[in-house]
């Protein structure tokens, strides 16, 4: 019986723990699939901006050009703030850990 019971209380526990963590899981992959799609936005109109030229379509050619200069401008930055987060992420970890123990 008390294997049930304790059976029962960690799989509570798990899955109090796992709802608590989703949130901040939900976010990062957020900001991953906002970063996928301004690089597959810049490829994209990085070959609409190709097919412009090859069919002599200027107009075509000028707005996917513009269109690939943006999305690859947008993807850098979340490129970079990305890493910067996760920068700041392990430095409030590595920090935070060591005072941690000292205090002990």
């Not at 509570?12 to 900001?31: E, F, H, N, R, Y």
């Not at 002599?56 to 269109?67: F, K, R, S, W």
């Amino acid at each position: 019986m008390k294997t049930i019971t304790r059976l029962n209380l960690l799989a509570v526990t798990a899955g109090v723990a796992l709802t608590a963590l989703a949130p901040i899981s939900a976010m990062a992959d957020s900001t991953q699939k906002n970063k996928n799609l301004w690089r597959n936005l810049a490829i994209g109109s990085g070959v609409v901006a190709a097919h412009g030229l090859i069919k002599h379509n200027g107009t075509e050619a000028l707005i996917g050009a513009a269109g690939a200069a943006y999305s690859a401008n947008r993807y850098e930055n979340d490129r970079h703030h990305q890493s910067q987060a996760s920068a700041r992420r392990a430095r409030y970890y590595r920090t935070h850990r060591y005072h941690h123990r000292r205090a002990r």
